[in-house]
T-cell receptor, first 115, second 113 residues
Framework: GAGVSQSPSNKVTEKGKDVELRCDPI?????LYWYRQSLGQGLEFLIY????????KSGLPSDRFSAERTGGSVSTLTIQRTQQEDSAVYLC?????????????FGPGTRLTVL | DQQVKQNSPSLSVQEGRISILNCDYT??????FLWYKKYPAEGPTFLIS?????DKNEDGRFTVFLNKSAKHLSLHIVPSQPGDSAVYFC????????????FGAGTTVTVRA
């Protein structure tokens, strides 16, 4: 399909392990966002990529979290040494332009469970 | 710091009646507001939005009202249908970070047949 895709859909890992979450944005979208939704909470902004500009990493909760966007397309969110509080649904979104004032298109999310 | 608040975690409404979802915000720099709808195991999808220069925007059965002085907005769904059962998120954007959406915690709407 033409929408945002994420993989895996579910990930169960043990505390202390590293995980990688993948996002394929809509083709041609220049902006890509990562959010997470913990139980009972709203979507929490993590990181924003726009074209070739330096990403806004202000939402990353700790230095265990990092993200890359290769070739202006696919993005990977990496969580090192996972903790139980990292358990959440991680959502990726993309949008079409600068100075966005409007719709972000979301993927289905990756549900991460840290045991 | 939760800048967008949805104080009702859930709402149950009879089919055909009106659903009213409320949202409050604290950041006076927000100038654009959006509602997203989310079904289980899917990502949120855009529903309707409103600019701060307006106080009402209507799209079919969905109407969003904005009260800037009260920093309050609401979403009205009339008439409510079973397919409207979902989680609804209020979101806001504006100010120096005009790409960063701030979301509320969501309201789960259940439409009873």
């Amino acid at each position: 399909g033409a929408g945002v895709s994420q993989s895996p859909s579910n990930k169960v890992t043990e505390k202390g392990k590293d995980v990688e979450l993948r996002c394929d944005p809509i083709s041609g979208h220049t902006a890509l966002y990562w959010y997470r939704q913990s139980l009972g909470q709203g979507l929490e902004f993590l990181i924003y990529f726009q074209g070739n500009s330096a990403p806004d990493k202000s939402g990353l909760p700790s230095d265990r979290f990092s993200a890359e966007r290769t070739g202006g397309s696919v993005s990977t969110l990496t969580i090192q040494r996972t903790q139980q509080e990292d358990s959440a649904v991680y959502l990726c979104a993309s949008s079409g332009g600068l100075g966005f004032y409007g719709e972000q298109f979301f993927g289905p999310g990756t549900r991460l469970t840290v045991l | 710091d939760q800048q967008v608040k949805q104080n009702s975690p859930s709402l149950s409404v009879q089919e055909g009646r009106i659903s009213i979802l409320n949202c409050d915000y604290t950041n006076s720099m927000f100038d654009y507001f959006l509602w997203y709808k989310k079904y289980p195991a899917e990502g949120p999808t855009f529903l309707i939005s409103i600019s701060s220069i307006k106080d009402k925007n209507e799209d079919g059965r969905f109407t969003v009202f904005l009260n800037k002085s009260a920093k309050h907005l609401s979403l009205h769904i009339v008439p409510s249908q079973p397919g409207d059962s979902a989680v609804y998120f209020c979101a806001a954007i504006g100010g120096s970070n005009d790409y960063k959406l701030s979301f509320g915690a969501g309201t789960t709407v259940t439409v009873r047949a």
